[in-house]
């Protein structure tokens, strides 16, 4: 966890140094007017008239660049911004950790096989608490039952294997829960921009030039679809994730059950007393 929040942090402060480079509105925007109504009329025919048309004028017209765009959203934005990043780190490091070969790791399940098939409960033991994880921990709850009927071992290892699909559950919930949080810091940028608008038309006495409200209808625009631009991602990832977990624990489930035949044939065999098929006594 502490190489993600590293990650995050460059990753944050590269793209908030980008975007501190440019301003979000350009600055000779004009000023509300303060003539009365008459006069108010007369200027904007005035400035209509004077403003070259896109068509005749030979200056190619100003775009806003990407990170002008992204930093219009202010204060809102840069927290949709973060939260981008987290999602971008978080889905990182599921594709790194959250995969069948690192959850249930062949070598370990060959090795914790072998020895319960020789008979060496205690090697299987070591093997498991010394690699851990999903698959260590479902089978060190089985193991750590001895003379336990198969019930009790099985009930063992179900409930060890609930509680870590629930772990892995649980550490995919934060891009869902990233996916709903944007859309609402995003619909808060828009209220925010409404605000700014109708604020300028307040002071301009319902005469303002529509530069003077471009502001705040610019920055609703642009944080609704930060937000959205950051939720529909997150809300896929989160899906996809969840699938692939199911995925494992189903895998990981049937790879327990082979790895636990040994043992639950010693169950067995101690459950039925069969004189004629003495059970095998594991080591330890």
Request: glycine share 8%; charged share 15%.
């Amino acid at each position: 966890m502490t190489r993600f929040a590293c990650f995050t942090i460059i990753v944050f402060y590269f793209i908030f140094s980008v975007c501190a480079q440019s301003p979000p509105f350009p600055s000779d925007a004009a000023a509300p007017p303060e003539s009365p109504v008459a006069e108010g009329y007369a200027d904007n025919r005035e400035k209509t008239s004077s403003v070259p048309s896109a068509e005749t004028s030979d200056e190619p017209a100003q775009k806003d660049s990407f990170w002008t765009i992204l930093r219009a959203g202010g204060a809102v934005g840069l927290m949709i911004l973060l939260l981008s990043v987290v999602a971008v780190g978080l889905v990182i490091e599921y594709i790194v950790t959250i995969r069948l070969t690192v959850l249930v790791p062949p070598k370990t399940a060959d090795a914790v096989f072998q020895s319960l098939q020789t008979g060496n409960r205690t090697k299987a033991i070591a093997v498991c608490q010394e690699q851990g994880g999903f698959l260590g921990n479902t089978i060190l709850a089985g193991l750590s039952q001895p003379g336990a009927n198969w019930n009790v071992i099985e009930k063992a290892l179900e409930d060890t294997m609930d509680e870590q699909a629930g772990r892995l559950y649980r550490r995919v919930d934060y891009l869902a829960l990233i996916g709903n949080i944007s859309p609402m810091i995003g619909l808060l940028g828009t209220v925010v921009g409404m605000v700014i608008t109708f604020r300028d038309l307040a002071m301009s006495d319902g005469f303002a030039h529509g530069a003077n409200l471009a502001e705040g209808i610019y920055l609703a625009l642009v944080t609704t679809a930060e937000g959205l631009i950051v939720a529909i991602p997150s809300l896929a990832a989160h899906m996809f994730f969840t699938n692939r977990v199911s995925n494992i624990v189903s895998d990981a489930a049937y790879t327990v059950e082979q790895i636990m035949r040994p043992v639950k044939q010693w169950a067995i065999q101690r459950e039925l007393h069969d004189p004629a098929v003495p059970p095998k006594p594991p080591k330890g």
